[in-house]
C-alpha cells in the first residue's frame, strides 16, 4: 500500500497528484481516457444544469478557470496515471491493521502472566496464514509487480521441530574428517592490505588510474580498482613493476562486463518485450552473444537509464493498440504495472542520445540529476 | 582498540541471478554493494577473496542428500519431472526454482563456509560475506526464500574448533533454519530479534522457545512488535547480548544482518535507520571475538546496499562520507544520493517501553539458567573442508616470486594441521 511505503521517503513513489509539474498528457489519457463514458455522463448532467442559468454557466467557468490543474481533472472524473496503479496493490497484507487481540493456546502454564498479558496479541492458529515470506509482502514504490498469491492453508504460528530430520549433527567433540572432497575449484585471494602500507596502495592507485583511463568517467574521487589492486598483488606487491605492466597494458581487460551495441540493447529490448525478465529466455532466443548472467547485470543498469524510459512509453503505447490475450500478456502486464508505480519524472529532460555506449546513458541520467539533488 | 583484520568475501557472479518477475529477493543488492564498496575505496582495507564454491558434499553437512541432489537437478525446463517433489521440499512459491539455482546456492554457501574457515585459521579476525545468512532454509526443504543455510554449515565449521558459538541474528523474521538446527544443543547459542505475530513469517520465535534437551536455554528468542525504532531497538539489543556474552563466553560469534529490518523494507514493518542497524554491528565488533558477519533479508534494494555498505565501513574502522560516490548504480539511490537519509515512515512504534522492559527481563533471567558453558573434550583437530595447504601454493604468475602474504601464510595459525613433522595440532590447542 502505497501510504504503508512512505512515499515521501524519495520521489520516485507512483504518482504523486499534488507534485507540481508541467502538463504531460500521458499515454493513457491520449488514448483512452478522454473519451471515456462516463467523463460523457458527466457533462451532459452539466450541460443540463447550465442550460437553466446562463449566469451560473459563466461563474462555474470562471471558477474552473481558477481552479488548478489536478481539482480540474478530478472534477471530470480524470484520475490520471494513477488509475491503473491502485488496483494490484489491493492483496497485500497491511503491517499496520490492527490485530486482533487473541491469546494463544499452546503458552506453557508456568509463564509469568505479567509478560503474557504485555504481549497481547499472539493470536491463535488462523486458518488462511502464511507459509509464505512474501505473504507480508508491501509495494513499495521502487518495487515490481506483485502475484496473486494464495497464502497457505497451514497454521501460521508453527513450533520447532525435533528430530534427527531437523537438527544439524554437531560434530561430536573435534572429531576428525576423512572424507574431505579432493578440492575442485579453489579460492583466490584477489588483495591483502597488510602487506604494504596504505599510503602506497593509494599512491599507487592513483598513478594506475591515470594510465588505465576507463572508458566512461567514473567521478573524480579516488575509487578501488579491483583489477589494478589484483595485479599489484600478482607482482608482490612491487608497485614498479605493477605499473610498468599496467602501461604495457598487460592487465586484463579492465571491465568485466564489455560494452554493448546497439544490437544488443536493440535484441535485450525486444527480450523484454517478449519474455519480461524471463532473462533465460531473452539469452536463448534474442541475446546469444551474452551470458544470462550478464542480461540480469545489464537489466540493473538499463533499467534506470533514459533509454528504459523511452522504452517504457513505447510498450505502453502498444499496449493500448492490441487487444492481448489476457493468458499471454502476463509478463507484459506485470511489466507495465512497474513502470506505472514510479514517477518518470526523476529523470525528466535529459536530452541524452540514446548512444551506441549503452554504458553511458545511466551515467549521463546520473550525472545530470546529481547536480540537483537536494534542491 | 587495535583495528581488525578483516576479510571479505565476493563473487563477482552471485549477483547475476534472478529469481524471477515480481519476486523481492533481488540478489543484484551484492553487485550495487560491492560497487559501493569499491567506489568507498573500502575494497583496498580488506583482504579480498574469491571464494571457493561449495560442493553438494559441503552442503550435505547439514542438509539431507535427497533435498541437495534435488536442488542440483532441477531446472525450470524440467521442473515437470519434479512436481511431487516441488511441494515437498517446499519449493514453488517462495522459494522458486530459477537458472542457475544450484550455482547461487554454492556460491554464497562457500564463501560462508570459507570465512569460516580463515577465522579458524586466525586469519583474520571478521570475515564479511554479504552473500550469506539465508537462515530459513531447513535441512529437509527450502524456506522463506533460502535453500541452502549457508548459515548452520558456517557453524558446524567453527564448530571444529570453537567450543561455543553465538549466533546472533538482526533480521525481521526469525531466524528459524539456524535455530531449528542447533536445539538441541549448548554448542551453540542462537540469539534472534525479529517482528513476531499477527501472520509474520516464519511463524516461530517466541519467548518460550528456549532450545530443549541440552540446549534447553540456549535459545533466546526476542519477540518484537512492529515499528520498532532505533532506540527501542538499542534498548533490548544491548542488555540481551551483553548477558549472553557474560553467561555464554562463546569463542566465536556469527552475525546475521538481514537488512528487512530497515524503515520501508518492502516486507518488513521495523523502522531501524542504517545507523541504528549499524550500532548492532558495532557493538558485536566492540566484543573482540572472531565474527563471521552475513547478509540475511533486505528487500528495498537501495536501503539493503547502503546498511551493509555502511556496515562494512564499521567493520575496517573507516569513516564514510554521507554523499555516495558515483557509481553505475547511483540512480537507485534518487534523489537524496546519500548513505544515511532521513528515516520516513508512518509506522507507529508498537513496542512500549514496559513491553520491552518486560521481555528483556525475561530473557535475561532464562540465560542465567545455562549454569555452565559446555566444554567440549579436546581431541583431534578436525580436517578443513578445503585442504588449506592446497591455497598456499596457488600460484599466480610464474615470473614473480612468492609474496610476502603467502610466505606469512605458511607460518600461520598454531593451530594448523599439518601432516608432516611440523604436526603440533595436539598440543597446542586452545579450549
Not at chain 1, 300 to 314: G, M, Q, T, V
Request: overall charge negative; some cysteine; proline content about 5%.
Amino acid at each position: 500500500m502505497a501510504e504503508v511505503a512512505s512515499p515521501n521517503k524519495d520521489g520516485k513513489d507512483s504518482g504523486s497528484p499534488s507534485k507540481d509539474k508541467l502538463f504531460d498528457p500521458s499515454v493513457d489519457m491520449l488514448v483512452n481516457d478522454f473519451d471515456d463514458e462516463r467523463t460523457l455522463e458527466e457533462e451532459e448532467a452539466l450541460a443540463a444544469g447550465e442550460s437553466e442559468d446562463p449566469n451560473a454557466e459563466l461563474s462555474s467557468l470562471q471558477k474552473e478557470s481558477n481552479m488548478p490543474l489536478e481539482e480540474l481533472l478530478a472534477l471530470y472524473g480524470y484520475r490520471g496515471e494513477n488509475q491503473e496503479n491502485e488496483s494490484p496493490i489491493e492483496e497485500d497484507a497491511d503491517p499496520s491493521e490492527p490485530m486482533e487481540e487473541q491469546e494463544s493456546e499452546t503458552d506453557p502454564p508456568d509463564q509469568p502472566s505479567k509478560l503474557r498479558a504485555l504481549y497481547e496479541n499472539i493470536p491463535e492458529n488462523d486458518q488462511d496464514a502464511a507459509r509464505l515470506l512474501r505473504s507480508v509482502s508491501r509495494v513499495s514504490e521502487e518495487e515490481e509487480e506483485d502475484y496473486d498469491y494464495s497464502p497457505d492453508e497451514d497454521e501460521w504460528r508453527k513450533t520447532i521441530m525435533v528430530g534427527s530430520d531437523y537438527q544439524a549433527q554437531i560434530p561430536e567433540g573435534l572429531c576428525h574428517y576423512d572424507d574431505a572432497l579432493p578440492y575442485e575449484n579453489e579460492d583466490k585471494l584477489l588483495w591483502d592490505p597488510l602487506v604494504i602500507s596504505a599510503t602506497i596502495t593509494e599512491d599507487f592507485l592513483k598513478k594506475a588510474s591515470e594510465i588505465s583511463k576507463p572508458p566512461i568517467p567514473m567521478g573524480s574521487h579516488l575509487r578501488d580498482d579491483e583489477q589494478a589492486l589484483y595485479l599489484l598483488q600478482q607482482c608482490g606487491h612491487n608497485v614498479e613493476e605493477a605499473l610498468r605492466r599496467l602501461r604495457m597494458n598487460v592487465a586484463p581487460s579492465s571491465d568485466n562486463m564489455s560494452l554493448w551495441s546497439e544490437e544488443e540493447c536493440r535484441n535485450f529490448e525486444a527480450g523484454v518485450r517478449c519474455f519480461g525478465k524471463n532473462f533465460h529466455l531473452i539469452q536463448q532466443n534474442k541475446v546469444r552473444t551474452r551470458s544470462v548472467g550478464e542480461l540480469v547485470q545489464f537489466y540493473y543498469l538499463w533499467k534506470k537509464s533514459e533509454r528504459h524510459d523511452i522504452f517504457a512509453n513505447k510498450t505502453r503505447l502498444e499496449k493500448k493498440k492490441y487487444t492481448l490475450h489476457p493468458g499471454l500478456t502476463d509478463f507484459m502486464d506485470r511489466f507495465l504495472e512497474d513502470q506505472d508505480g514510479r514517477d518518470r519524472s526523476s529523470s525528466p529532460n535529459v536530452q541524452c542520445s540514446v548512444s551506441d555506449n549503452k554504458k553511458s546513458v545511466p551515467e549521463n541520467v546520473s550525472q545530470q540529476t546529481k547536480s540537483t539533488p537536494d534542491a | 582498540m587495535s583495528k581488525h583484520r578483516v576479510s571479505y568475501f565476493f563473487n563477482p557472479d552471485v549477483g547475476n541471478f534472478h529469481y524471477g518477475t515480481g519476486h523481492p529477493m533481488k540478489p543484484h543488492r551484492l553487485s550495487v554493494i560491492h560497487s559501493l564498496v569499491l567506489n568507498y575505496g573500502l575494497h583496498k582495507q580488506m583482504q579480498i577473496y574469491r571464494p571457493y564454491k561449495a560442493s553438494a558434499h559441503d552442503m550435505c553437512r547439514f542438509h539431507s542428500d535427497e533435498y541437495i541432489d534435488f536442488l542440483q537437478k532441477v531446472t525450470p525446463q524440467n521442473i515437470q519431472a519434479f512436481t511431487k517433489h516441488l511441494s515437498h521440499y517446499n519449493v514453488g512459491d517462495d522459494c522458486p526454482v530459477f537458472w542457475g539455482l544450484f550455482d547461487f546456492c554454492s556460491m554464497y554457501t562457500g564463501a560462508s563456509l570459507e570465512g569460516a574457515m580463515k577465522l579458524n585459521h586466525n586469519h583474520c579476525d571478521i570475515a564479511i560475506n554479504w552473500s550469506g545468512g539465508l537462515h530459513h532454509a531447513k535441512k529437509f526443504e527450502a524456506s522463506g526464500f533460502c535453500y541452502v543455510n549457508d548459515i548452520v554449515i558456517g557453524i558446524l565449521e567453527l564448530l571444529k574448533y570453537h567450543a561455543r558459538v553465538l549466533y546472533i541474528d538482526i533480521d525481521v523474521h526469525h531466524g528459524d533454519g539456524v535455530q531449528e538446527a542447533f536445539y538441541l544443543t549448548d554448542r551453540v547459542m542462537t540469539v534472534s530479534f525479529h517482528k513476531y505475530g499477527n501472520y509474520f513469517f516464519p511463524g516461530t520465535g517466541d519467548m518460550y522457545e528456549v532450545g530443549a534437551e541440552s540446549g534447553r536455554y540456549y535459545s533466546v528468542n526476542v519477540p518484537l512488535k512492529e515499528g520498532i525504532d532505533d532506540a527501542s531497538y538499542w534498548m533490548v539489543f544491548k542488555p540481551v547480548i551483553s548477558s549472553v556474552m557474560e553467561f555464554f563466553q562463546p569463542t566465536a560469534i556469527v552475525l546475521q544482518c538481514g537488512a528487512d529490518s530497515l524503515a520501508n523494507d518492502r516486507l518488513g514493518c521495523f523502522s531501524l535507520s542504517t545507523k541504528g542497524h549499524g550500532e548492532c554491528v558495532k557493538f558485536v565488533k566492540s566484543l573482540n571475538v572472531p565474527t563471521l558477519v552475513v547478509g540475511g533479508g533486505g528487500y528495498t534494494l537501495r536501503n539493503v546496499a547502503r546498511c551493509w555498505t555502511y556496515e562494512t565501513s564499521l567493520l575496517v574502522d573507516e569513516q564514510i562520507s554521507n554523499e555516495l560516490p558515483y557509481t553505475e548504480y547511483l540512480e537507485f539511490f534518487a534523489p537524496d544520493f546519500t548513505l544515511h537519509p532521513e528515516v520516513v515512515t508512518r509506522q507507529e512504534n508498537a513496542n512500549s517501553r514496559q513491553y520491552l522492559e518486560a521481555i528483556t527481563k525475561f530473557v535475561c533471567d532464562n540465560l542465567k539458567m545455562c549454569q555452565h558453558s559446555p566444554s567440549v573434550q579436546m581431541h583431534d583437530v578436525p580436517g578443513d573442508a578445503i585442504p588449506e595447504e592446497d591455497k598456499i601454493k596457488e600460484e599466480d604468475d610464474p615470473d614473480v616470486r612468492i609474496s610476502q602474504d603467502l610466505e606469512d601464510k605458511m607460518v600461520d595459525a598454531k593451530n594448523e594441521f599439518y601432516d608432516g613433522d611440523k604436526d603440533n595440532d595436539k598440543e597446542d590447542m586452545e579450549t
